[in-house]
């Protein structure tokens, strides 16, 4: 099972980033896939979540209206579009893989994403 984030870097204030997730190793299909993030300092938080057929989404509120989630089960990615950065989005970011009738997790290994002029 590999989860491989990509789409990290450097970006000032403002800007935007596309972050995508490349699964592989399981049936994506079958998973709800997240976006989860962790500042130095602070604990790992949710950014957003992306239902299995991609049919439901949810964000946490900060993120609301800035960051989008999206999926390609042909491609086995997720994807999160992330505008109008401000440098509390600083963090390295994770994509996460749930299958939660089995209780199986899954976590990529991240991507630093730094906001800063």
């Known amino acids: 099972v590999r989860l491989v984030e990509s789409g990290g870097g450097l970006v000032q204030p403002g800007g935007s980033l596309r972050l995508s997730c490349a699964a592989s190793g399981f049936t994506f299909s079958y998973y709800d896939m997240s976006w989860y993030r962790q500042a130095p300092g602070k604990e790992r938080e949710l950014v957003a979540v992306i239902s299995s057929a991609g049919g439901d989404t949810h964000y946490a509120d900060s993120m609301k209206g800035r960051f989008t989630i999206s999926r390609d089960n042909a491609k086995s990615t997720v994807y999160l579009q992330m505008n109008n950065l401000n440098s509390e989005d600083t963090a390295v970011y994770y994509c996460?893989?749930?299958?939660?009738?089995?209780?199986?997790?899954?976590w990529g290994q991240g991507t630093q994403v730094t906001v800063s002029s």
């Open positions: 996460h893989a749930k299958r939660t009738a089995l209780g199986y997790v899954y």
